[in-house]
Each structure stands twice: as C-alpha cells, then as structure tokens.
C-alpha cells in the first residue's frame, strides 16, 4: 500500500522533510512518498510569518494536485502566532479548499498536531525547547496552555534566521533541556519546531532524563498515523510513537 504524504513548508526548512520521512519509513508494512509545496520565508518573525501564510492557498492547490491522502502545515509557529485556536481554523480552510477541488485528505498541521500527541499521552504539565525570539516563544506557551495544557518550564534558543535553526546542534538542544526545572513534568517537547533538529536525541533524551520526549515532528507523525487509522509502532522515536504506549 502507497500512502502519500502532502508537506506545506516554509521555503527555507530543510528538517521536516528529513525527520518526517526517516519517521514514516519506519513502518511496518506500509509505503510512504512524500510531496511538498513550499511558501518563501526566512525570517521567523511576525511579519515574515505573516507574510508566509498569505502564500497557503498556492500550495493547497499545488498539492492537491498530487492526490495525496493526507495534509501536514509543518510550521507550527506561523500558526501558533496567528492567534489561540488557530489551527482549527487553518485546517479547516486547507480542508474546505481542497474539497472544492475534488480532492478529501486528511488535513493536519503541526500547530494542531502537538496538542492532539501530547493528550493522547495523557500530557498535562509539559516543559518545551523552542529556537523561537523570545516574543515569539511567548506566543507558543500562551498558545499551548489555552489548549489546556500548564508549561512548567520552557526555553527559546532565540535564533530568527530559519536557515540558522535548521542548523542548530543537537548538544545545544540537549543542554537547554537539561537546564529545565522538569519537576511534576508529564512530558518534554525537545524541539516545539519542525525546523530544528532533534529527532536524533530524542530516545536518548527520554532514557536520560527519564520521562516522556517528544518533538513536533514526532507529534505531526503520531497525529498523520492516526489519521490515516494506521498502526502506531516506529522503533527509536521516543515512548510516544511505540506500539506499547498508552494511550488516552
């Protein structure tokens, strides 16, 4: 079985396309292929974003075109930013959008995505690992306890250029983790961001520190499987994505 995978990306991310599908491909018994539309940005700032998301319709209708099954926004941060509750609404545009062309994936994005993982694991107090300016961040913990979730803790990288965050390095990842109070924490985002890299760390850091890691392309993965009524069984991406998690 063929399932293919359409990716709305910022033009300057380069990880979600590497993350995603090392995570897909590691399926049993299903073939992924993955087709991505891409909006210019480079600045992550409010303004760039902005003029980001001006640039979704283009790329719904791209594609539309590929006949894919399922629809993943992969930039968290330029709907988070928009305003709380927003990826209700951006899905349900996308979704409105590509039914009038003929066409009913499943439509995610990843703003919508980390809320939904981090319920099913039963989530409630969570620390979080942003590269975001610190206005922005501000942005995305206001966002994710509106969705009824207590942010214990989080840290911004504060890194704007979305070139530079795709090359942030793993040890500098992993050292904002460990300088978080993680004390009564259900469970940690090591990169609330589809752009900076983390999927490489995230099994280590969950056996390091001892609790539930996850990451938005962890969580934009779990969320596409289960939309696509998939079995949920990837080997070395964390507690959230094994076989023998429970589930909410």
């Known amino acids: 079985m063929v399932t293919r995978i359409g990716l709305i990306v910022p033009s300057s991310n380069v990880t979600v396309e590497s993350e995603m599908p090392r995570i897909l491909q590691a399926s049993k018994d299903v073939e992924f292929t993955f087709h991505s539309s891409r909006m210019r940005m480079h600045d992550v700032t409010p303004e760039g974003l902005a003029a980001m998301n001006a640039q979704r319709?283009?790329?719904?209708?791209?594609?539309?075109?590929?006949?894919?099954?399922?629809?993943?926004?992969?930039?968290?941060?330029?709907?988070?930013?928009?305003?709380?509750?927003?990826?209700?609404?951006?899905?349900?545009?996308?979704?409105e959008q590509l039914a009038a062309g003929g066409v009913n994936p499943a439509v995610l994005s990843s703003a919508g995505a980390l809320p939904r993982a981090l319920r099913d694991s039963g989530a409630e107090r969570v620390a979080l690992v942003m590269p975001y300016m610190r206005p922005l961040a501000e942005k995305v913990v206001a966002y994710l306890e509106n969705e009824g979730f207590e942010v214990a803790d989080w840290r911004a990288l504060e890194v704007s250029d979305n070139t530079e965050v795709g090359c942030i390095p793993s040890?500098?990842?992993?050292?904002a983790a460990r300088d978080l109070d993680l004390t009564g924490v259900d469970a940690l985002?090591?990169?609330?961001?589809?752009?900076?890299?983390?999927?490489?760390?995230?099994?280590?850091?969950?056996?390091?520190?001892?609790?539930?890691?996850?990451?938005?392309?962890?969580?934009?993965?779990?969320?596409?499987?289960r939309s696509l009524n998939l079995p949920v069984d990837i080997p070395n991406a964390g507690s959230l994505l094994r076989a023998d998690a429970v589930r909410v």
């Open 57 to 95: 319709e283009r790329c719904v209708l791209e594609i539309g075109d590929a006949g894919v099954d399922a629809v993943l926004y992969a930039c968290l941060v330029a709907i988070m930013a928009t305003g709380l509750g927003e990826h209700e609404r951006a899905e349900a545009a996308v979704a």
């Open 171 to 175: 040890d500098r990842v992993m050292a």
């Open 189 to 225: 985002v090591l990169s609330c961001c589809v752009q900076m890299p983390s999927l490489s760390i995230v099994e280590s850091a969950e056996q390091e520190l001892g609790l539930p890691v996850l990451s938005a392309a962890t969580a934009g993965a779990y969320s596409l499987l």
